[in-house]
């Protein structure tokens, strides 16, 4: 199994529409991660969470909403979509001495028309 | 605002050469750097990690560590075709991983044969 996955690879929505993308890991890592790359910005955090009752908003939080299920899970939402959401959104897990274990997921593709 | 500055290129090196890729970060307590490989649509694979000043081996990997000029870098030896990718460099900063990565735009390589 992989190490981090995430559903779906790939979706389009309208906008105003609801929208969950899901993360799993099986690494055990406490500390979870949402990122989106959009073409020349890089990678920015949106959400993170150290465990399940600890949530924290990234450099880029407004217009998502997380929830850490369990300690392998951690999904984030969009209420409603714009378009400028539109991004390949990558889920990460950190751990290990010095952060030196680091995996993030195969990203989920989102276009919202 | 943490920030992560490098060379968005494209950086074109010839095959067996050696690759050269810069970071600068404007956190002057940042404790952890890493480079990552990223392959057109796919996710981030860290490749190194350094968090002393010098320098850090891995096979035709190096990484090169200066706090005082707030700098780090990527070296690539033998550079080959597959090697030509996006680089990503990212700090994690005085409070550890509790606030998650932050990421420069990347660096394009291309390895010409």
């Known amino acids: 199994d992989a190490d981090v996955t995430q559903t779906p690879r790939n979706r389009i929505t309208k906008t105003g529409k609801r929208i969950m993308l899901e993360c799993s890991q099986t690494?055990?890592?406490?500390?979870m991660y949402w990122y989106r790359q959009d073409p020349g910005l890089g990678l920015r955090l949106i959400y993170y969470?150290?465990?399940?009752?600890?949530?924290n908003k990234g450099e880029i939080s407004d217009g998502y909403s997380v929830s850490r299920q369990a300690q392998a899970k951690f999904s984030l939402s969009l209420e409603s979509a714009i378009p400028n959401q539109t991004a390949l959104y990558f889920c990460a897990t950190i751990g290990g001495v010095g952060d030196n274990e680091q995996f993030f997921g195969p990203g989920t593709r989102l276009t919202v028309l | 605002q943490k920030e992560v500055e490098q060379n968005s290129g494209p950086l074109s090196v010839p095959e067996g050469a050696i690759a050269s890729l810069n970071c600068t970060y404007s956190?002057?307590?940042?404790?952890?750097f890493f480079w990552y490989r990223q392959y057109s649509g796919k996710s981030p694979e860290l490749i190194m990690s350094?968090?002393?000043?010098g320098d850090k081996e891995d096979g035709r990997f190096t990484a090169q560590l200066n706090k005082a000029s707030q700098y780090v870098s990527l070296l690539i030896r033998d550079s080959q075709p597959s090697d030509s990718a996006t680089y990503l460099c990212a700090v994690i900063g005085s409070g550890g991983g509790a606030d998650g990565l932050t990421f420069g735009k990347g660096t394009h390589l291309i390895i010409q044969p």
């Open positions: 969470s150290f465990d399940v009752k600890d949530i």
């Open positions: 956190d002057r307590v940042s404790q952890s």
């Open positions: 690494k055990g890592h406490d500390r």
């Open positions: 350094i968090y002393s000043n």
